[in-house]
């Protein structure tokens, strides 16, 4: 306040201390209560006059006292906006003196190539660091502590991070992050210190942290990170509760770092203890008189090692059983009993139910952009019904599915005062659903292609899809435009409008004088039968025309002799659709199935054309993995006209049988040009292996593969001789634009006029 209070001169402090400050000066300065007349700011820059009024705690006309005047420098200084506040008295006017503080106009930082600038500006901006926010010191000093710890969660040892602030016009200030990120220190060695009953090699496999290794410039698995040992060592701890080491501990975890701060040596101790056998199960406590139905979920095998893993498994069972009956709260505890002396553990499951509640109410949180209708059309848990655990999960799973959020999370919050209710609230993360692409990409088969697409998964966060596509390559064009109303029907029934135009040369083609063109448009409606199935059905039109004649195929020249230069056909569609894998894009487990039927039945053209597929995946040891692809196509023409060429199936290349070119099986036309079949089968068996190096990352894999297929025409029967079998290795990576197989391989079938290629690659190849 002055220099005469018992604290000094009031410097940029605390509110708390300018008012014990006004407090401690000495009472003759105390004032009498009068009718404030005027009330006056000075100092004010930036901020509005109508912020300090709003928290003055008197007005023109009221009393003033020195109680008002302590109330009043607490309110200014809450604000943040000021560095001191003071109240000077002219006859009946109070006159309010600040001092604001500096504002941050700009952050930049100079030499940052480790971090993405806009993350870690949002993050420092959360933290109260940001451009148009007060400038404060301490928090710029927080700041600097914070991407240092940042740094050193990359291992970048010797980081160092100096702030510059620069004052300019205005009371503004400009702020500088210079980084001298240094270098990264690299894990030098692993050594776990104990192990017997399995050896080291084995052990230093299963961790995700690696010394360095030909491929970890790119997995960068030998950066230390706290949070990676944690669950290296939680790893090392299940792989043995697995096996029967129940009292398996970690003794300790020591990591030094070499003085130039360049190389970090992990040395892990631990206590395996002794394997344990299960002889025994036993429920103890309450199970809603279903003892029966809940041994039947028990994972636990008497006779076997003890797995911890097969307990949690149960204990999770047991629980969400109990939700499945409104039971939400109940507890299952797993309280093993060892006899040291034998090895051997009975596995006792104690189970308190306590109340069964029902769920008063549904909230979503979080969608600043979908509307709350899209996620809860979805939930299939009810309110004011009873709580369902199982029905849950289950609506969780579908809003995940949606595509629409980052992250869906279901919470469960009690009522108070109401022990028997419950109120769900959904907290989602919304991320961006719009999508503007445009690119290039190159095969060996199609070579040079151009791709444009505007897409909007969440109209106006209605849910419903719009989508603009246009993709070239050297023998297929297409446009199309697409629209879904995923719940088109109240009861979850699903449209799809298409109206496209696609272009086509069939491989190999003679010249480029000709062209197949196809303009059409199509709707189907998609009908959810269980939670897992939808069936398809829908009716389309197209006219095809098979353009100009000039080395055209000799096939494609017959047929436009008979039937005409353009044919229309309105194809009714039917399609059932069953996805169990883990992952679309790196499956590891899980079955994926797939029936779709077109059929003509009016216009010029008369046809039937199938396709199936079925795909299986299994986890391996070893982290290793394995898929089967099947895929059977048939094509039938129907009141005595053949089947048309253009609705040929292909094969031969990536997606169907390697080896052989892409598109080059089946039915050679006598010009030499490849033309398909009415019939194709491809089998694929793909074994995956981690690259070495990745840890669990599966983004990166190696596989062996063995393919088998060909394309027939009508009538033509299917032997096994006839049969295209190849095999090799390849790569799959899921690259930042799009999913890429490479693959090598030799021919172990194969007729002599066959087309080998015993290279190819492709982005954006499925299987």
């Known amino acids: 306040m002055n220099s005469n209070s018992c604290f000094g001169p009031l410097r940029p402090v605390a509110a708390l201390v300018a008012v014990a400050a006004a407090l401690c000066a000495p009472a003759a300065r105390a004032v009498e209560p009068f009718e404030l007349k005027d009330i006056r700011v000075e100092g004010l820059q930036r901020t509005d006059p109508g912020t300090v009024f709003a928290v003055l705690p008197f007005r023109i006309g009221d009393t003033y006292t020195d109680d008002k005047a302590a109330t009043a420098l607490r309110a200014l200084f809450a604000t943040g906006l000021f560095k001191d506040v003071r109240i000077e008295l002219e006859g009946q006017v109070a006159v309010i003196i600040v001092d604001e503080r500096a504002v941050v106009a700009a952050v930049d930082f100079v030499g940052l190539k480790e971090f993405d600038k806009d993350t870690l500006v949002k993050s420092l901006k959360d933290a109260g660091i940001g451009e148009g ?19 050193l969660s990359r291992s970048l040892y010797g980081a160092e991070v100096v702030t510059t602030v620069t004052p300019i016009e205005r009371n503004r200030v400009n702020v500088t992050f210079t980084m001298n990120e240094g270098e990264a220190a690299h894990i030098k060695e692993v050594r776990i210190n104990g192990a017997k009953a399995f050896s080291e090699s084995t052990l230093l496999s299963l961790m995700d942290l690696t010394s360095g290794g030909w491929l970890t410039w790119y997995t960068k698995t030998d950066r230390y990170s706290r949070t990676k040992l944690n669950a290296d060592l939680e790893t090392l701890r299940a792989y043995y509760v697995n096996r029967g080491y129940l009292e398996f501990e970690v003794e300790s975890a020591q990591v030094t770092i070499s003085p130039d701060k360049q190389d970090i040596s992990i040395a892990i101790s631990i206590k395996e203890g002794q394997p344990y056998t299960v002889i025994g199960v ?38 969400d059983f109990f939700g499945s009956f409104g039971y939400a709260f109940a507890r299952v505890e797993q309280r093993p009993q060892i006899d040291r002396s034998t090895g051997q553990v009975v596995v006792v499951f104690a189970a308190e139910p306590a109340r069964r509640v029902y769920v008063r109410r549904i909230e979503v949180a979080g969608n600043t952009r979908t509307r709350d209708e899209v996620v809860r059309r979805e939930f299939r848990q009810l309110e004011s019904s ?28 009690e009522v108070p005062g109401q022990p028997d209710q419950v109120d769900l609230v959904i ?20 070579k040079l292609s151009f791709t444009a697409s505007i897409r909007q998964e969440n109209v106006f966060g209605s849910g419903n899809y719009l989508g603009v596509e246009l993709n070239t390559s050297k023998s297929n064009r297409s446009m199309l435009i697409s629209t879904v109303d995923p719940y088109f029907t109240v009861d979850g029934i699903s449209r799809a409008i298409d109206v496209f135009y696609r272009t086509s040369r069939p491989y190999n083609s003679l010249g480029d004088q000709y062209q197949i063109a196809t303009p059409g448009a ?23 025309e098979i353009k100009a004649s000039t080395a055209i195929p000799n096939s494609y020249y017959l047929y436009r002799e008979q039937f005409g230069p353009t044919s229309t056909a309105l194809p009714l569609t039917l399609g059932w659709q069953r996805d169990q894998r883990d992952s679309a894009l790196t499956p590891t487990a899980g079955r994926y199935q797939r029936v779709n039927v077109e059929w003509s039945l009016a216009g ?11 795909q299986q995946y299994w986890q391996l040891p070893a982290k290793m993995s394995f898929g089967l692809n099947a895929e059977v196509g048939f094509g039938k023409g129907l009141s005595g006209r053949p089947f048309p060429l253009f609705k040929n199936f292909y094969g031969g290349g990536l997606g169907s049988v390697r080896v052989f070119e892409q598109g080059s099986l089946g039915v050679i036309d006598p010009t030499g040009a ?48 006839s049969l295209r079998v190849s095999a090799g290795v390849g790569l799959s990576w899921i690259s930042p634009v799009g999913p890429l197989k490479l693959s090598y391989g030799s021919p172990i079938q194969a007729d002599p006029k066959d087309r080998i290629q015993k290279f190819q690659f492709q982005i954006g190849t499925a299987f």
């Open 522 to 544: 199509s709707i189907r409606f998609g009908v959810p039968f269980s939670e897992f199935d939808t069936v398809f059905f829908g009716i389309g039109i197209e006219r095809t």
């Open 604 to 614: 010029d053209l008369r046809y039937l054309r199938t396709n199936l597929q079925f």
């Open 674 to 721: 490849f033309i398909g079949g009415a019939k194709r089968l491809n089998v694929n068996g793909e074994l995956y292996f981690p690259v070495p190096g990745t840890g669990n990352d599966k983004s990166l894999r190696i596989f062996a593969f063995t393919d088998a297929g060909n394309v027939w025409r009508d009538g033509e029967s299917v032997t096994a001789s």
């Open 133 to 151: 926010l007060p400038f404060d010191r301490a928090l710029i000093d927080r700041a600097e502590q914070e991407i240092k710890r940042q740094y």
């Open 427 to 446: 907290n989602v993360e919304e991320r961006p659903t719009g999508n503007l692409l445009i690119g290039a990409g190159y095969s060996n088969a199609e």
């Open 282 to 319: 036993r429920l103890e406590g309450q199970y809603l008189g279903r003892e029966e139905e809940f041994r039947s979920l028990v994972q636990v095998k008497p006779g076997q090692a003890y797995r911890g893993e097969d307990v949690a498994n149960t204990t999770r069972l047991f629980t």
């Open 386 to 413: 009873w709580y369902d655990g199982a029905r849950i999960k289950l609506s969780r799973d579908r809003v995940e599915r949606l595509g629409f959020f980052k992250e869906v999370n279901v919470e469960t919050q």
